[in-house]
């Protein structure tokens, strides 16, 4: 697995695809539709057959490839946006909302049932359709998230240097961090790179 999955709602696994988004150098992990689709498959919204289909067919499309990514980002970011100002107690603004609607209307993708030799096997019609429904499902996640009572739970991380999002699950509601694992060992690892710059 290339991808952490630590916050507890697939819509804030996905907006955290990006890390310490006030920094200049931000951590943006999805630099290519390949990273977009490896996140998808990694977040169990991909078979590995459909996400090599997908792959194949952006492959063949650099400029198509380009524009999904665009929006597989621009839905990142504007998720990033909601939950980060719910996190910090910000009310989520009705332009937000219906960014969040536009976003929704677009068709979730189409799948499909087929006989094959011994059994029935699903099929998506087109092969961005697999790519089109796992943004749907992250975008229904945001959804129910934003109407559940879970909401008053999403946190940002206590690093300065992290920023990710999680729902706080714990019982006296003490969660602070989002994984010391991985967390932690990225700030040793940017402690450690400003060291050695300081060094020179
Ligand atoms: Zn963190």
């Not at 890390?19 to 998808?40: P, S, Y």
């Not at 839905?75 to 939950?83: E, K, V, Y």
Request: with cysteine; hydrophobic share 45%; proline share 2%.
């Amino acid at each position: 697995m290339r991808f952490e999955f630590i916050a507890g709602a697939l819509c804030l696994e996905f907006a955290n695809t990006v890390h310490n988004v006030r920094a200049e150098d931000k951590g943006e992990e999805l630099h290519a539709i390949a990273d977009l689709l490896q996140w998808a498959k990694e977040a169990g919204l991909l078979s590995s057959a459909d996400h090599d289909r997908v792959a194949a067919h952006y492959n063949r499309n650099p400029r198509k490839a380009a524009a999904a990514l665009a929006k597989g980002t621009a839905i990142r970011d504007l998720l990033f946006s909601i939950f980060a100002g719910i996190a910090h107690g910000r009310p989520v603004s009705s332009r937000r909302l219906s960014e969040l609607n536009s976003a929704m209307a677009q068709a979730p993708g189409r799948l499909r049932v087929h006989k094959s030799a011994d059994r029935i096997e699903t099929a998506w019609t087109s092969a961005v359709d697999g790519l089109q429904q796992a943004l749907f499902a992250v975008l229904a996640s945001a959804a129910e998230l934003l109407a559940s009572d879970r909401v008053g739970r999403i946190r940002q991380c206590a690093s300065a240097d992290c920023t990710w999002l999680f729902v706080d699950e714990s019982r006296n509601r003490s969660r602070r961090w989002c994984d010391m694992s991985v967390c932690g060992n990225r700030m040793k690892a940017r402690r450690h790179y400003q060291r050695a710059k300081a060094a020179q």
